[in-house]
């Protein structure tokens, strides 16, 4: 065992590999964040447009167009009308919103997350 004088504690190289990991998870963090936050608009709007009044007497197309205006206000970048589906339902219509996004990370190394929202709008 070394004497308490030569222990010196991390070495220059472990250090580096310490603030490389640190790096690592702050970028991811960096990258995740606009993700969730653009999620959770869509959650919102979603949720705001099935607790409409005004949506129990619209068409489908009206209420698509209605969406979307309301994402495009708020800047949402990543849902098309691809991935937006109205189904019948017993008690009105189901409006779902599935949609994943691809961030760049490292060289050829994406990030990619998949969403699955719905609501339903009452008639």
Same mark, same amino acid.
């Given at each position: 065992?070394?004497?308490?004088?030569?222990?010196?504690?991390?070495?220059?190289?472990?250090?580096?590999? &310490?603030?490389?990991?640190?790096?690592?998870?702050?970028? *991811?963090?960096?990258? *995740?964040?606009?993700?969730?936050?653009?999620?959770?608009? #869509?959650?919102?709007? &979603?949720?705001?447009?099935?607790?409409?009044?005004?949506?129990?007497?619209?068409?489908?197309?009206?209420? &698509?167009?209605? *969406?979307?205006?309301?994402?495009? &206000?708020?800047?949402?970048?990543?849902?098309?009308?691809?991935?937006?589906?109205?189904?019948?339902?017993?008690?009105?219509?189901? *409006?779902?919103?599935?949609?994943?996004?691809?961030?760049?990370?490292?060289?050829?190394?994406?990030?990619? #997350?998949?969403?699955?929202?719905?609501?339903?709008?009452?008639?």
């Amino acid at each position: 065992m070394k004497s308490i004088r030569h222990q010196s504690g991390l070495t220059p190289v472990s250090i580096i590999v &310490l603030l490389a990991i640190g790096a690592f998870f702050i970028m *991811l963090g960096l990258r *995740l964040t606009p993700i969730y936050l653009e999620n959770f608009k #869509v959650a919102s709007h &979603l949720e705001k447009l099935a607790k409409d009044p005004d949506t129990k007497n619209m068409s489908e197309d009206e209420i &698509l167009t209605k *969406l979307f205006k309301r994402l495009d &206000l708020d800047d949402v970048e990543h849902v098309t009308q691809e991935d937006v589906t109205i189904e019948q339902s017993d008690r009105g219509l189901m *409006l779902y919103i599935d949609y994943e996004v691809r961030s760049p990370t490292i060289g050829n190394v994406d990030i990619v #997350v998949s969403f699955a929202e719905k609501a339903e709008i009452p008639r």
